[in-house]
């Protein structure tokens, strides 16, 4: 495989990172804990896309190779998601009286329970998108990227979503109360913000993208109930890296973990790959550790650099 | 039950004497089921053994979470560690292994493979420290999280060492290669209880008991006297140490670190010394675990391990070591218990004994499939209940069930202050430093005298008390106050505090 299908695979992977590091980004800078069930909720997500797809996946049209009945099975995903994480939020979450430490924890038995419910109603098993599979796209074989349509969609979707949250964050009065109240809760609460509503609209807008990266993931690899789970840690690593509370970090954190996880298998052959490097130059890591790398690269972001590429906030 | 006995029930909180009746309970159910035959005495003993494992690992928790506020989501990497330290030594299959059972004729090798799963931790409890331990909390529960993940995926995929996926075998019980225990199960007679004819006449007849104790079973019995050895001294070593001024030191740290930092102690180095005891306990969870299973593989490592023991923690209430041991028991009760009911249950519902069915024609359905779902998949049902509980006893309880309250104190200043249950405020320790910071403050500008109540009720983690490095140094302390303690009585009402007047009129009951 050459480096430019390497690097085409780490955009397709990046944009599903992105999308679940902004919303636990969000959450946790808003709601003020880590929140361990972000992973199960776009678990959440793609399963609600997988039943729907179900019953409208006949739907006419076609939009980059995939069936207009995808894409509105993307936004029923999106809104269980999003109103998975609202219930959540007034029934457990709000009654709650603890610390942020305490809702972390809560919010590992909230995983669970996420979880259990939906191995008790699907199974445990591996499922896939019933959408037949793509040959590659001709034109770009020749520079030897073998990739489909599909993986195009997968990133315009994303840069659509993330587009539309760049325009609600600095254009819209609900994105600037959004960003007073991540700053400063009390002093927006003062100001005359209804923080407790703002909360809501971030479980809302986190949620839902969570959701619609569970529906991408499912689309991409496949769907698993420990598909969410599996992969939370590799989002915590993209937000810590790219500063917690910080939407843009998150972008930013989301993007290179993801690239680096898809261009692991490069790491043994890179002296082979990269000029001005003698040819047998290599770091000697299988792609069984891609995982492992991430949260290592975690780890050595919270030992020197703390608030990440684009936080302020010093621990 | 005897008067004395009585008399010490009622001395119990009422959360106390729902965890005796809920364990109580659950033993009478063991000892009916070992009675009845419906559990043999080998799989009893087991559950025992993992009983006090679970215990263990709590113990381990309890240092690191419950006393210290480290929040270690790294659990099963060190009960990983430990099973793999002992197993790479001595497992069949291990590609470490070393032949024979003595090392040099001599030493058992699963003595070396103790110590070595011991050093292996705690190494790796430094390691994962330096990094983590610095860190603001929740970043501590991502991070060890994380690299919890990296010893498993090591674990996993380095085949040469460690036989990756398909785990190691053969792992002898620990007692071989040991002078007399070796072949104490073999020398040991097999003793066939005969089965009893239990009947009342007329009414019903039944069969009891009626099993063979034989070489399984005294080895089950040596497993069982290991893992109690174990915890007994983890116990003693954990108790002496929490009351001691370390101890007192970590509890401040967990309730205030900037406080315990103005106070000249190097927060750092005590949170690693916790977060290695805590690590190095676990590790002797995972040996037990390795000898007791006789089969590791990475899949003991796999995260949920880690949020079963959070579970028994958080449920007996962090920082209190009888709640690990209640929270160790409930956590197994809930793991076995629930395989044990999946194959009770009938597979579906019995049939057409719910009235009414023509009225309602679809909700009986409801319930039989989800009955059915339910009873199918226990793995995901016991999921679903281990959820459930977190979020619960969050919601509810989260101090857990047996929040610490004497056990913090040395028993000398508990007797003096007498009174029984509740004399002793049941806050829990974040509450502790401040609470009493903020009550002596306050009763300082309104009479100095008194002071000393608060202190004689033996909340010990106040800063005061940091400076005082004698041990026994409450009891002093309640000595002196409880001189104080007639003077207070009648100033009690006008004190400015409630709290300090009503421990002052609860301690002369």
Known sequence: MSVLEFLANGLVFSSIIVLSSIGLSLVYSIADFANF?????????????????????????????????????????????????????????????????????????????????IQLGFGTGFIEFEITLLRPIEALLPYGIRMTMHDVAIVASAAVLVAGLHTLLQYTDLGRKMRATADNPSLARVSGIRTGRIELWTWIIGAGLAGAG?????????????????????????VILGGIGSVYGAMAGGFLIGMINQLTPLLPRLGQELPLIPESFGIPIGIEYANAIAFLIMVAVLLLRPSGIAGEEAT | MSVAARDRFDGLTRAEQGAVGFVVLLAALLLFGLATGGLAPTYFLYLVGLVGMY???????????????????????????????????????????????????????????????????????????????????????????????????????????????????????????????????????????????????????????????????????????????????????????????????????????????????????????????????????????????????????????????????????????????????????????????????????????????????????????????????????????????????????????????????????????????????????EEEATATAHVSDASDEVAPDEVAPDESTGDESTGDDLFDDAPDGTGDDTSDSSDDDTSNDVDAPTDASGDASDEGGERNE
């Open chain 2, 55 to 429: 215990v263990l690992l709590s113990f381990g928790l309890n240092v690191q979470w419950g006393y210290t506020g480290l929040i270690n989501f790294s659990v099963a990497a060190f009960f990983g560690l430990g099973a793999y330290g002992t197993a790479l030594l001595t497992a069949g299959n291990s590609p470490l292994g070393i032949e024979g059972s003595r090392l040099l004729g001599l030493i058992p090798l699963t003595v070396i493979g103790l110590l070595i799963a011991v050093v292996l931790a705690a190494v790796v409890a430094v390691a994962i420290g330096i990094p983590t331990l610095r860190l603001r909390a929740d970043y501590l529960a991502i991070a060890s999280l994380g690299l919890a993940e990296v010893v498993r995926l090591v674990f996993l995929n380095q085949r040469d060492w460690t036989n990756g996926s398909a785990g190691l075998r053969g792992i002898p019980g620990f007692f071989q290669g040991w002078p007399v225990l070796e072949t104490f199960p073999q020398a040991m007679p097999n003793l066939r209880v005969e089965a009893l004819e239990v009947s009342i006449p007329g009414v019903f007849s039944t069969r009891i008991l009626g099993f063979t104790l034989d070489a399984p079973f005294w080895q089950a019995l040596l497993n069982v006297a290991f893992v109690l050895a174990l915890v007994g001294v983890v116990f003693a070593i954990l108790r002496r140490a929490h009351r001691s001024p370390w101890g007192r030191v970590l509890r401040t740290i967990r309730s205030d670190e900037d406080l315990a930092e103005a106070l000249g102690k190097d927060t750092y180095a005590f949170k690693m010394q916790a977060f290695v005891l805590g690590s190095v306990i676990m590790a002797l969870a995972g040996v037990f675990y390795a000898h007791l299973n006789l089969f590791v593989s990475p899949g003991d490592l796999e995260p949920i391990n880690t949020f079963y023991v959070w579970i028994a923690v958080i449920l007996g209430g962090s920082g209190s070591n009888r709640g690990a041991m209640f929270g160790g028991f409930v956590v197994i009760a809930i793991r076995e218990g629930t395989r044990f009911l999946g194959e009770l249950l009938p597979g579906a519902l019995p049939a057409a004994d719910i009235p009414f069915t023509d009225l309602v024609v679809s909700f009986p359905s409801v319930v039989e499939t989800t009955y059915v779902t339910v009873v199918s998949n226990f793995a995901s049902t016991r999921l679903l209940a281990v959820g459930l509980l977190i979020v619960l006893v969050m919601r509810f309880r989260p101090e857990g069930m047996l929040p610490p309250q004497r056990e913090l104190i040395w028993p000398r200043s508990v007797a003096e202050s007498a009174g029984p249950g509740e004399t002793n405020p049941r806050e829990t320790i």
């Open chain 1, 214 to 238: 569970g529906v991408f993931l499912g689309l991409y690899n496949n769907i698993s109930p420990r598909m969410g789970f599996n992969i939370l840690l590799v989002v915590f690593a993209a």
């Open chain 1, 37 to 117: 069930a972000h992973g199960d909720t776009m678990t959440v997500g793609a399963y609600a896309a997988l039943v729907t797809f179900g019953f409208v996946g006949a739907l006419g049209g076609e939009v980059l190779g995939l069936p207009l009945g995808f894409f509105v099975a993307l936004a029923v995903g999106v809104a269980v998601a999003a109103v998975v994480a609202v219930v959540t939020h007034k029934l457990v979450y709000e009654p709650l009286d603890v610390d942020s430490i305490g809702l972390l924890i809560t919010s590992i038995g909230v995983a669970f329970v996420y979880r259990a419910v």
